[in-house]
Nanobody
């Protein structure tokens, strides 16, 4: 049974940092990604990374502030979020799939809430 479990969300002040982790179990994936859904907005892909890390896809809104990495030995992907802004508030979901680019993700975590206060 495949599971993706996110940890690390919480409340942080603007300008602060958070690190999210997503541990996958059941199988490995070529592409792992972080999506987020802000209140009243559609879900968007924040960052995605291929198996070797040679391909990374990111949203312009997080360029220079967020970074994605993965540890294939642990089957875990991380999202380091720095210089957080109130508009980064939302539910962050881990997703995984077999293909690149990260359009058709087969598996999803339940999400972790990130709240950035001003």
């Amino acid at each position: 049974q495949v599971q993706l479990v996110e940890t690390g969300g919480g409340l942080v002040q603007a300008g602060g940092s958070l690190r999210l982790s997503c541990a996958a179990s059941g199988r490995t994936f070529y592409t792992m990604a972080w999506f987020r859904q802000a209140p009243g907005k559609e879900r968007e892909c924040v960052l995605a990374i291929s198996w070797s890390g040679s391909m990374i896809n990111y949203a312009d809104s997080v360029k220079g502030r967020f970074a994605i990495s993965r540890d294939n030995a642990k089957n875990t992907v991380y999202l380091q979020m720095n210089s957080l802004k109130p508009e980064d508030t939302g539910v962050y979901y881990c997703a995984a799939g077999p293909n690149w680019p990260p359009r058709d993700m087969n598996y999803w975590g339940k999400g972790t809430l990130v709240t950035v206060s001003s």
